[in-house]
């Protein structure tokens, strides 16, 4: 009863631990970090700002009503110099009698022409008034338009090149675990070897079989591979993490991998035909080339200054005035276009313009230079698949001799005729072998993933999770 008591605590406690373990495959893993990815994210606000723009700069065409109003009070009146109304009224009136005759004339009757401050505004007053205006040709307004298009489908392309990129991240991290664990399996066998080696080893001791150097060196090399599983142990954690951190989850959540490193050494193209097909697929040169596109309907936004600009506009006001809140209203209404054209403007628009233009060439430069760098890269994945690919072939063989091998020495050493040193050199060749092999298939897997990234070949699937925002407008 204790005993089955125990199995049952036992079997219950790695079921809770199993339960805290998630388990991914690598479709997982990419649905996750897609989901997750900070720079995917931002990605996808730089096209929310870019349709905002694109809305902002159709605004600029459509017509604009502003409804405004106001009323102001004079604490005290604006005054300003005018002709004394009565020195000229009373020496007109003089100079005309002097002139009839009527009156003999006396010219100390005339008053000194001066001015005096006069107030011509009432203390209270208001306006009210709508207007309305419409762009009926303003070139900026229309390149705008068209820029804020392209710079649109530049977010929507550089979305895709942070997909691209996140992929191959997270296969790489994610066939690392894989290796890390195919490699700790190799080691835990090769220690699981070394002590049913010792076992064996210290039966043939006590029967006085084999000699104590036999004894000594089996139990030597359980010892010498024990460090090499801790360290295996090790870098499992550290493959996870780094999985953990490119699938942006919680370093606390306990994750495991499901899936094999397959070797698959078809699908490749010759290296001419997968140049040509990187400079028309690659994602990070189509989002340069977009952008180029995007200078260039700058150029002509800066350009646009040079040309006139025509506008309809009319409002309609409501007005009053008064002293004593007792006012008198009064409408006015006016149509009418307003014309401009800048004549100069001290070079501004002219410098401007080259300011674009040199954006533009530089744009072009980073296109020549990443196109270089894309077909470096391109042949040196393609040469590094063949290099592999040899290796894997050799290292295929290798691994069936070397396992022959450690057969021949265990066989000769229960026969009597072997040593416990060509055991232990025939396990360390198995393990190498085994390593050299596994790395192999790692390294074919790496190469063939980041020659797909490079040629633009990603599966069309994991642009369906960010769709709402690639395939709108």
Excluded: C
């Amino acid at each position: 009863m204790k005993k089955l008591i125990l199995l049952t605590i036992l079997l219950i406690s790695s079921l809770a631990v199993s339960a805290q373990i998630k388990v991914y495959t690598l479709e997982d893993a990419i649905r996750t970090g897609l989901e997750n990815n900070y720079d995917i994210k931002q990605a996808v606000l730089e096209i929310e700002k870019a349709r905002a723009a694109v809305r902002e700069a159709y605004g600029y065409a459509m017509p604009s009503v502003d409804l405004s109003a106001g009323f102001n009070h004079f604490v005290e009146k604006p005054k300003m110099a005018f002709p004394d109304f009565r020195a000229m009224l009373t020496n007109a009136t003089y100079g005309v009698l002097f002139d009839e005759g009527l009156l003999p004339r006396d010219n100390s009757k005339f008053l000194p022409m001066k001015t005096t401050l006069q107030s011509f505004s009432q203390a209270n007053s208001y306006e009210t008034k709508i207007q309305v205006s419409q762009i009926l040709f303003n070139s900026t307004v229309f390149e705008g338009i068209g820029a804020s298009g392209t710079y649109l489908q530049t977010s929507k392309v550089a979305l895709k090149s942070s997909i691209v990129s996140k992929i191959t991240e997270i296969k790489k991290n994610f066939y690392s675990v894989i290796l890390t664990k195919k490699l700790l399996e190799i080691t835990r066998e090769s220690f699981e070897n070394a002590k049913r080696n010792l076992s064996n080893v210290q039966a043939l001791r006590q029967q006085g079989l084999v000699s104590e150097f036999d004894a000594l060196t089996a139990e030597v090399r359980v010892e010498n591979i024990r460090p090499a599983v801790l360290q295996m142990e090790n870098a499992l954690k550290l493959a996870k993490e780094g999985l953990k951190i490119s699938m942006a989850i919680p370093q606390s959540q306990e994750i495991d991998v499901e899936g094999e490193i397959d070797y698959d050494d078809s699908d490749i193209l010759p290296e001419q035909t997968a140049i040509e097909q990187a400079m028309k697929s690659n994602y990070d040169l189509l989002t340069l080339e977009n952008l180029r596109r995007v200078n260039n309907a700058y150029v002509e936004i800066s350009r646009s200054e040079y040309w006139p600009s025509l506008v309809a506009f009319g409002n309609y006001s409501f007005n009053g005035s008064s002293d004593n809140l007792n006012f008198n209203n009064y409408r006015s209404a006016i149509v009418g276009l307003s014309f401009s054209i800048n004549l100069f403007n001290g070079m501004r628009t002219t410098n401007k313009v080259q300011q674009s233009l040199i954006e533009v060439e530089k744009t072009d430069y980073q296109i020549m230079q990443l196109r270089q760098a894309i077909s470096i890269q391109v042949k040196s994945k393609i040469n590094d698949l063949a290099r592999i690919k040899s290796n894997i072939e050799a290292q295929e063989r290798n691994v069936n001799l070397a396992q022959r091998g450690y057969e021949i020495a265990t066989t000769r050493y229960r026969e009597g005729t072997g040593s416990q040193l060509e055991i232990e050199n025939a396990d360390l060749a198995l393990r190498q072998a085994k390593t050299n092999l596994l790395q192999s298939y790692y390294d074919w897997t790496i190469a063939k993933n980041e020659l797909e990234a490079l040629l633009g070949n990603i599966n069309s699937r994991y642009f369906t999770i960010y769709s709402k925002y690639i395939d709108e407008n």
